[in-house]
């Protein structure tokens, strides 16, 4: 058990230093899969491109191919599991009157969206 919990901890380390974040519900206690099914559920993919989500082209927002690699999170949030979830929740509350629209989503479905789009 200690060995494994040592290996764990040496992939999220050396996956931190590549700057790619650690397995996606590791980080955001979600389901890629959910998040999925949530992503189409909200209509996400009306304003953004999104990889694996079918009709997902949008060009209104900006791309969230690979969003688990930038730096911030709507140009003004450090990129981080919370940040990204609470932009989510709430961008017009992080972000007054920016084109993103609160789309009343809860924090299950945050939690799910967030892991989807670091799994990608």
Not at 32 to 50: F, K, N, V
Not at 76 to 105: C, H, T, Y
């Amino acid at each position: 058990m200690r060995t494994l919990a040592i290996a764990l901890l040496a992939a999220v380390a050396l996956a931190a230093c590549r700057g790619k974040p650690p397995p996606s519900d590791a980080i955001t206690d979600g389901n890629p899969q959910r998040g999925l099914d949530a992503i189409q559920r909200h209509g996400c993919g009306a304003c953004h491109r999104i990889d694996g989500v079918p009709g997902a082209y949008g060009t209104v927002g900006p791309t969230l191919q690979q969003i688990g690699e930038r730096a911030y999170i709507a140009g003004k949030l450090p990129n981080s599991p919370e940040n990204l979830q609470q932009w989510i929740r709430f961008p017009q509350r992080v972000v007054p009157g920016n084109a993103m629209p609160d789309l009343d989503v809860n924090e299950s479905d945050a939690r799910d969206i967030a892991a989807y789009l670091y799994h990608q």
